[in-house]
């Protein structure tokens, strides 16, 4: 097979729609595909074909994410990527992610995002685990709050309309505060609050819950309530809005993806094990395209100085840089200086956002010091710049 590769087209979606179908076990309806055309850019996707047949498509979505204690920098989320079962293992899925890497990084977008339908894939394309997903189970009808703990009250069940004019400047001051975090756009947020039969995946319709700095929606399914989003832009929402959820009659259990394991929920309650992590996962994945722009994007918790030889054997967009930064900023820049510490191109995708410890990357073997001698009080001291003070929570899935 010789690989006929093209950018899509807006009346390319439903031959896509189509293979992505195929490829993840299930239909797009005429409704489904209406809706897509909203969160969509067909300039974002490339499709592979073998004479008039198409087998193989990938895109991305159009992301900002926010690096501890910096501002939000542009990220590009690959996603619908499908290779046909019948054209596996010829270089199908390498093509299509170099070209995407290829239109990334001449548009000078410094990450590449997404989440992984299998684990063993996309480490040998330089990507990295940056975020997790934690599932909690609460056993609503044990969970009491300690007595010293407030009742900030001002939580109320609005209306979608409402919603959609008052949640976004809610969510946007939420990213602020947690690295990892995606923004939404005004299409993204149009299509998440359709909340069309297929997005509920055999529950209810969204409730919504409207704090002022804080928005909650949860499904019910039998007696099991979803929270399928959460976002509270200070402590006191935060409180506010568990508070609500823990009181909802008639339900025995909670499930949610919106407790991280840093979160203060369980120190909240009487009785943390209430509380149970059923499941932790990877969630985001991320692509260091350009390494001045990511590691001088953030800030650090303590000040650091030091030389990094990246190893990037996939795409070669390593090298050495010189990282000075610090709890008021950083900067990173190309030298010819020696290196002090080696990093290998998928440690710095986690570390962007300060997920995996460095530490526990480098006793896997993905960071290592030039002088381990000498190398490891440097070491621990990187380790200790590049821990944020929360953990880092992507908040919406792609």
């Known amino acids: ?34 809706d897509l055309r909203g969160v969509l850019d067909p300039d974002r996707f490339v499709m592979v074909h073998d004479g008039d047949t198409l087998v193989g498509t990938a895109g991305s979505y159009e992301f900002a994410v926010t690096p ?24 199908i899925l390498r093509t299509m992610i170099t070209e995407l890497h290829r239109g990334y990084v001449e548009a000078g ?20 685990v940056a975020t997790v997903n934690r599932t909690v189970e609460i056993d609503r009808r044990q969970a009491d709050f300690r007595p010293d703990v407030p009742d900030p009250g001002g939580v109320r069940y609005a209306e ?47 409730f ?12 019910m399914d039998g007696g099991t309530c979803w929270v399928v989003d959460f976002f ?38 009487s009785d943390p094990r209430v509380v149970r992590t059923e499941s ?14 990511v590691l001088a994007a953030r800030r650090y918790a303590v000040d650091v100085d030091a030389v990094l030889q990246v190893h990037d054997p996939v795409q070669d967009r390593g090298g050495r840089f010189r990282l000075h930064g610090g709890p008021d900023g950083a900067e990173c820049t190309p030298t010819a200086a020696a290196p002090d510490l080696h990093v290998d191109i998928r440690a710095l995708g986690s570390l962007a956002f300060g997920g995996p410890r460095a530490l526990t990357l480098a006793r896997a073997g993905l960071i290592g010091a030039e002088d381990p001698g000498s190398g490891g009080a440097l070491l621990r001291r990187f380790d200790a710049a590049c821990t944020p003070d929360r953990e880092p929570r992507h908040g919406t899935g792609f």
Do not use: N
């Open 280 to 293: 932790v996962a990877d969630g985001v994945w991320a692509r260091v395209l350009g390494v001045p722009a």
């Open 232 to 269: 509270a832009a200070t402590d006191s929402a935060h409180v506010a809005l568990w508070r609500l959820l823990l009181a909802l009659d008639l339900v025995p259990t909670i499930i949610t993806r919106a407790v991280p394991a840093d979160d203060p929920l369980p120190w909240l309650l």
């Open 160 to 206: 979608t309309d409402e919603v959609r004019e008052r949640v976004p400047d809610i969510h946007r001051r939420w990213c602020a505060r947690h690295p990892g975090a995606l923004s939404r756009s005004a299409a993204w947020w149009d299509f998440t609050l359709l909340d069309r039969p297929h997005q509920r995946r055999g529950g209810t319709a969204r």
């Open 1 to 34: 097979m010789k690989a006929q590769l093209r950018r899509a087209t807006a009346a390319d979606l439903p031959e896509i729609a189509l293979l992505d179908g195929r490829a993840f076990g299930f239909h797009y309806g005429e409704q489904e595909l209406d």
């Open 208 to 219: 919504h819950l409207l704090h002022a700095d804080g928005y909650a929606a949860y499904r």
């Open 109 to 128: 977008v410094p990450l590449a995002l997404l989440t992984a339908s299998e684990g063993g894939i996309y480490g040998r394309f330089g990507y990295g």
């Open 68 to 91: 501890p204690g910096g501002e939000p920098v542009p990220a590009e989320g690959v996603t619908w990527v499908s290779v046909a079962a019948t054209h596996r293992r010829r270089g």
